[in-house]
C-alpha cells in the first residue's frame, strides 16, 4: 500500500503529469496517421528523455505507446484505412457502421472498450508484479507454439460463408509471410535477389494495401462515407457507450485475451486483435452479421489492443525479454536510466514500476476522453464527399507507405496487395483470414523448429500444449461440423466467372510454391512453406470445382437472400472504381519520385480533388494546401527523416 | 522557339563548363549527413549511432545536421549491400553496420557479393572480448565439461555473431553441443537457460549480460583483452590454418560498433570524417552522454587503423578462408 501511495506521490508532480499528457497526444497523432506506428514514434522520443529523471521519461514514453490503439480506430472506422496494424480488425465492422450511418455509435465503442481494455491491462500488469518472474519462466518455447497453432485454429471462424476460400486465403496469408530470408537456415525464400524482400513484406504496408485501398473505391462510388443524410450526434456516441457497457463480459474476455497474449513475445498486436474478433463472432448476439456493422466487432479488437500494453511490460520488467516490439524500445529506455530489468524492478524500483502501472491506466483514460470529446467533428467527415476525401487519404496510405523504406518498392507493394485485397473483396476471399495468417506464419514456424531443436518431439505429451492444441482441434472440428449442417443454404455468391480465374490463379500459385520450395530450398526451409502451398492449391483447387458445379447448375439469383460475412455484392461499377484508385495510387506515387513527397501532395490533392468533380477551384486549393502542411508536420517535423531527393532535384542539380 | 534555344543554347554551355571546369571545392565542407543504421530501432547499433549523431557534428566542417536512419535487415547485410551499391559517395551518407560485415563476402559469398576492401571505415566504439557461458543450473562449469557434454547452445539467426561463435567454438575445439538457432535476441537466449531449455550462449559481450553474475559460468573467452583468468578459446585449435581463421573471426571484436561511408567517397571527405571522429571520441561532452547508455566501455579504434586491421586480415589465403568457412559451418 505504501509503494502505491509513494508511486501515487512521484506521479503527481506537475512536470511528470505534464510529459504523461504529451506523450498521450503525441500518441493520439501517431495512431491516427497510418505509417507511422508507434515503434517508430517512441525510437524518436527515446533520446528526449535522456535528461528527465525516470518517473517522468516513462511517463512520455507509456502515455504515447498506450494510446496509439485508441485512436488507430479513427481512420478505421471512417475510411476503412487501419491507423496502426493493429486496428484491421476494426475496420472490417467500424467502417460498415459509419458507412451505415452509425460513426459516432461506432466511435463511442471503440474509445469506450479501448478506454476499459487499457485499464484492465494496467491491472493484470498490477497484479502480475509479485508473480511475474515464476509466470514468465513457466511458459516453455513449445507452449509458445501451441498458443500460435491455437491462434490459427482462428481462421475456421473467420472463413466465413464459403468456407474453402477462408481457408485458402489464411494459407495465402502465411505463404505471403514466408518471403524473405529464413531464420533457421538463412537463405533467400522468393525474394528474387531483391534486397527489399530480404526481412519479408513489412507488415504495416500489407495491412495499409489490403485494408486501406479497396474501401475507397467503394467511397468512390457511394460519394460519401454514410450514405443516408443523418447528421451526426453525441446521442450515436452515448448509445456506442451503452454498447460497451451493455456487453462488459464481451469487454473483460476480450481485455484477458489482449493481456495475456500480450505478454506472450511473438503474439503481436496484429495477432491478438484477430484473435479477440474471432472470438466475439462466435457469439453474433442482436444486430447485423459480422463482417457488415455488428457493434460486438468494434468492441472485441479495441478492448484487446489496448489491454496488450499491460500485459506486454510483464516479461519486459521481469526478465527484459520484450512482450512486443516496442517494448525493445523501451528496454533502450530502462538503460540510458540505469534501470535492470529483474528482480530490481519489483523491489528496489516497485515504486516505479507500479508508476508505469497508473502511467498506462491514465493515459489510457485521458486518450479515450480526448477522443470522445473530438467525436462528433470526426463523425461529421462521414458525410464529407468523396471527391474530396479519396485524394487525402490516398495521399496518407501513399506517403505512408513510401516512409516505410523510402524506395520505389513500397509504391509497388501497396499497390499489388491493394489490387489483391480489391480481388478478395469483390470475390469473398475474406482478408480477415489472409492477415492472421499473414501475421502468425512467422512465429509458428520459428517456435516449431525451436521446440523441436530443444527436445525433438517429447514436448508433444506437455499438458499446455496438449490442452491448446487439443482446444484448436475441437474449435476446426466444431466449425467444420456446423459447415457441413449449413451446407446448401448459402446465400447470395460472387460472380461465377472471375472467381473461377482467381481459384485456378491461386491453385497455380500454390502448386508453383510447392515445386520451387522443394526444388530450390533446403529442408528445414523447406517444409512450412511446401506445406501452406500445397493445402493452398487444395483449398483453391476445390474452390474451384465448387464454383465450376454451381456454374453448371444456376441457381437463380433469389430476391430473398442475404449476403453473410465480411463480403457484400458490390453496389455499383466496382472494377470502374477499383481502378480509379489504384491509378490515383500511380500517379502520386510517380509526383512523389518526381517532385518531393510535400510538392507532390500538393498538386496530387488539388489535382485529384478537381478532376474528381469539385466545383470550387479555390477551396480544391486550400484543401490541397492544409494537406500539404499536415504531411509536413508529421512526416518532417515530428517524424524528422531524410527523404530521398526527388528527380526533378537531381535534374537541377546536373546544370 | 528558335530564338528560345539561342539565348538558352549559350546559357546551357556556360553552366555545364562551369560543372565540368569547377573541381570540388578544397575544402571540404559538410551540409546534412545520415548516419543509416543496418538495425531496427532501439537496438545497440542505434543507440550508438543516435550518441554519434547528437555529437559528431560538432567536429566536422560546416557543423552539420546529422540525422539517424534504420535501415535494418539481415544483421546489416542489406544496408552494407546498399552502401557498396546505391549510396552517394559524397559523405551526406553514412551507416553503421556490424564489424562481421569486412569478412561477410568470405563466410557467405552468395549472399555477401561485395568487396570488403572497398568499405571505408570512419572508425569504431568498441574493442570488448566475447564468451561463451553457461548458466549454473545446466552444470557445465568447466572447460572439459563443455567440451565432452551432450548439451545445448542457444543462438539467434545463422548469420549472427551468436551463432559465428558458438560453431567456432563447437568446429574449432572438436565439441558435442548442439546449437538451436532462431531465438530473438540475446535476452531471449538469457531467458530460456533460465528455463533450463538451453544450457548457454557464446558470442556475447559482457555487457550485454541482463542477468545477475552468480547465475552463470564463463567458460571461455573470445579475442585478446580477457581477464586472465578465463581460457581462450582459439588458442586450443591446434591445426595452424583454423587457428589463423580463427584470429580472422575474432579480429572484428577489436572493431565494435564501426562506421563506414560508401566505396569512392573522396578521400579528403573520409579524412575529415575520421578527424572527427577521433576528435569526438575523447570529447568530455560525447563521454558523459555516452556514459548514459549503461555499462558500455568505450575504447575506439581509429578509421585507419581498422583499414589496416581489414586488409592485413583480407590477406590471408584462400585456405584460410576455406578453414573460416568449415568453422563457422
Known amino acids: ?655 | 522557339m528558335r530564338w528560345i534555344f539561342g539565348r538558352l543554347l549559350p546559357l546551357f554551355a556556360v553552366a555545364s563548363l562551369s560543372w565540368v571546369a569547377c573541381p570540388p571545392a578544397q575544402a571540404v565542407e559538410f551540409q546534412t549527413i545520415t548516419i543509416k543504421v543496418g538495425y531496427g530501432a532501439g537496438g545497440g547499433y542505434d543507440q550508438t549511432s543516435r550518441l554519434i549523431a547528437r555529437h559528431l557534428g560538432r567536429f566536422l566542417p560546416g557543423n552539420p545536421n546529422i540525422i539517424v536512419q534504420n535501415v535494418p535487415g539481415s544483421g546489416s547485410l542489406k544496408l552494407t549491400k546498399m552502401v557498396v551499391g546505391s549510396e552517394p559517395a559524397d559523405g551526406s551518407v553514412i551507416a553503421s553496420v556490424s564489424e562481421a560485415m569486412f569478412y561477410a563476402p568470405i563466410l557467405d559469398p552468395e549472399n555477401a557479393n561485395f568487396d570488403p576492401l572497398a568499405l571505408q571505415w570512419i572508425g569504431s566504439l568498441i574493442n570488448d572480448p566475447a564468451y561463451c557461458l553457461t548458466s549454473k543450473q545446466s552444470g557445465i562449469d568447466t572447460m572439459e565439461k563443455f567440451l565432452q557434454s551432450d548439451f545445448l547452445i542457444g543462438a539467434t539467426g545463422k548469420n549472427s555473431t551468436t551463432y559465428i561463435f558458438a560453431a567456432l567454438a563447437k568446429n574449432g575445439m572438436k565439441a558435442r553441443y548442439k546449437i538451436v538457432t532462431g531465438f530473438d535476441g540475446t535476452a531471449d537466449i538469457e531467458l530460456a537457460m533460465r528455463r533450463g531449455e538451453i544450457a548457454g550462449m557464446c558470442g556475447v559481450s559482457s555487457s550485454l549480460l541482463r542477468s545477475d553474475r552468480a547465475a552463470i559460468n564463463i567458460i571461455g573467452t573470445f579475442g585478446q583483452g580477457g581477464s586472465g583468468a578465463t581460457p581462450s578459446i582459439s588458442a586450443t585449435i591446434a591445426d595452424p590454418t583454423a587457428r589463423q581463421a580463427a584470429d580472422l573471426i575474432e579480429s572484428a571484436l577489436h572493431i565494435h560498433h564501426p562506421l563506414i561511408a560508401p566505396p569512392g567517397t573522396p578521400k579528403e571527405t573520409v579524412d575529415a570524417l575520421r578527424k572527427a571522429y577521433s576528435a569526438m571520441v575523447v570529447d568530455a561532452d560525447f563521454l558523459a552522454d555516452a556514459t548514459k547508455l549503461g555499462d558500455l566501455t568505450l575504447n575506439p579504434t581509429s578509421g585507419e587503423a581498422i583499414s589496416q586491421l581489414v586488409a592485413q586480415q583480407l590477406k590471408a589465403t584462400p585456405a584460410v578462408f576455406a578453414a573460416a568457412r568449415e568453422l563457422v559451418k
Request: glycine share 12%.
Open chain 1, 1 to 655: 500500500m505504501d509503494l502505491i501511495l509513494t508511486a501515487i506521490a512521484e506521479m503527481a508532480q506537475p512536470f511528470r503529469m505534464l510529459m504523461l499528457v504529451i506523450g498521450v497526444f503525441a500518441g493520439l497523432v501517431v495512431g491516427v496517421v497510418p505509417g507511422i506506428g508507434g515503434l517508430f514514434a517512441m525510437a524518436l522520443l527515446i533520446p528526449m528523455t535522456y535528461n528527465m529523471d525516470p518517473y517522468a521519461a516513462f511517463a512520455l514514453l507509456l502515455g504515447m505507446g498506450s494510446v496509439t490503439t485508441t485512436s488507430d480506430t479513427i481512420p478505421a472506422i471512417l475510411f476503412g484505412v487501419p491507423g496502426s496494424v493493429g486496428a484491421a480488425a476494426t475496420v472490417l465492422d467500424g467502417h460498415a457502421m459509419a458507412k451505415k450511418g452509425e460513426a459516432a455509435r461506432a466511435f463511442g465503442a471503440s474509445y469506450s472498450a479501448s478506454m476499459i481494455g487499457g485499464v484492465f491491462g494496467a491491472l493484470v500488469l498490477a497484479a502480475a508484479i509479485p508473480v511475474m518472474r515464476p509466470l514468465v519462466l513457466y511458459l516453455k518455447t513449445p507452449d509458445f507454439f501451441a498458443i500460435c497453432a491455437f491462434g490459427l485454429s482462428i481462421v475456421a471462424i473467420l472463413a466465413g460463408s464459403q468456407p474453402l476460400k477462408g481457408l485458402a486465403a489464411a494459407m495465402l496469408g502465411m505463404l505471403a509471410s514466408f518471403i524473405g530470408i529464413d531464420s533457421i537456415a538463412g537463405i533467400e525464400r522468393w525474394s528474387f535477389g531483391q534486397i527489399y524482400l530480404w526481412d519479408g513484406l513489412p507488415i504495416s504496408l500489407v495491412f495499409l494495401g489490403l485494408f486501406g485501398l479497396p474501401e475507397l473505391a467503394s467511397l468512390l462510388l457511394r460519394g460519401s462515407i454514410q450514405g443516408n443524410a443523418e447528421r451526426p450526434t453525441y446521442a450515436g456516441m452515448w448509445q456506442g457507450i451503452r454498447d460497451t457497457l451493455r456487453e462488459w463480459p464481451l469487454v473483460l474476455r476480450c481485455s484477458a485475451i489482449g493481456s495475456l497474449l500480450g505478454a506472450v513475445p511473438g503474439i503481436g498486436i496484429a495477432v491478438l486483435d484477430w484473435i479477440a474478433y474471432g472470438h466475439a463472432s462466435r457469439r453474433p448476439g442482436p444486430g447485423p452479421k459480422f463482417g457488415q456493422g455488428n457493434v460486438r466487432g468494434v468492441i472485441a479488437p479495441e478492448s484487446a489492443n489496448n489491454a496488450k500494453e499491460g500485459g506486454s511490460l510483464i516479461p519486459t520488467i521481469a526478465f527484459g525479454v520484450p512482450g512486443s516490439a516496442s517494448m525493445s524500445i523501451l528496454l533502450g529506455a530502462f538503460v540510458i536510466h540505469g534501470l535492470v530489468p529483474g528482480p530490481d524492478m519489483l523491489g528496489k524500483n516497485a515504486a516505479l514500476t507500479i508508476s508505469m502501472v497508473l502511467s498506462i491506466a491514465v493515459a489510457n483514460i485521458v486518450g479515450a476522453v480526448t477522443c470522445l470529446l473530438l467525436t462528433r467533428q470526426l463523425a461529421r467527415i462521414a458525410q464529407v464527399s468523396a471527391a474530396i476525401l479519396v485524394p487525402l487519404v490516398v495521399t496518407f496510405i501513399v506517403v505512408g507507405a513510401y516512409q516505410t523504406n523510402m524506395s520505389a518498392f513500397d509504391f509497388l507493394l501497396v499497390m499489388l496487395v491493394g489490387a489483391v485485397g480489391m480481388g478478395m473483396k469483390e470475390l469473398n476471399w475474406p482478408r480477415s483470414a489472409f492477415s492472421l495468417g499473414f501475421v502468425l506464419g512467422p512465429s509458428l514456424e520459428n517456435y516449431f523448429f525451436l521446440a523441436y531443436q530443444i527436445s525433438g518431439w517429447s514436448w508433444l505429451k506437455q499438458p499446455l500444449v496438449l490442452i491448446l492444441l487439443g482446444l484448436a482441434i475441437a474449435g476446426v472440428v466444431r466449425q467444420t461440423v456446423s459447415w457441413i449442417k449449413a451446407r446448401g443454404s448459402t446465400g447470395a455468391l460472387p460472380p461465377v466467372l472471375p472467381d473461377i480465374a482467381a481459384s485456378s490463379a491461386l491453385t497455380l500459385l500454390g502448386l508453383a510454391g510447392v515445386i520451387t520450395a522443394m526444388l530450390d530450398f533446403p529442408f528445414e526451409a523447406a517444409i512450412f512453406p511446401a506445406i501452406t502451398a500445397g493445402l493452398l492449391t487444395l483449398f483453391s483447387l476445390l474452390t474451384t470445382v465448387q464454383t465450376v458445379l454451381r456454374w453448371r447448375k444456376p441457381v437463380s439469383p433469389g430476391a430473398g437472400m442475404t449476403p453473410a460475412g465480411e463480403w457484400q455484392p458490390s453496389d455499383g461499377p466496382a472494377l470502374k472504381g477499383n481502378l480509379t484508385v489504384l491509378g490515383l495510387c500511380l500517379a502520386l506515387a510517380f509526383l512523389v519520385l518526381l517532385a518531393g513527397h510535400l510538392a507532390a501532395t500538393f498538386v496530387f490533392v488539388a489535382g485529384g480533388i478537381w478532376m474528381l468533380g469539385s466545383r470550387s477551384p479555390k477551396m480544391a486549393l486550400a484543401v490541397a494546401a492544409g494537406a500539404t502542411l499536415c504531411i509536413y508536420a508529421v512526416f518532417d517535423l515530428l517524424a524528422s527523416q531524410p527523404w530521398p531527393a526527388p528527380w526533378l532535384a537531381g535534374l537541377f542539380k546536373a546544370f
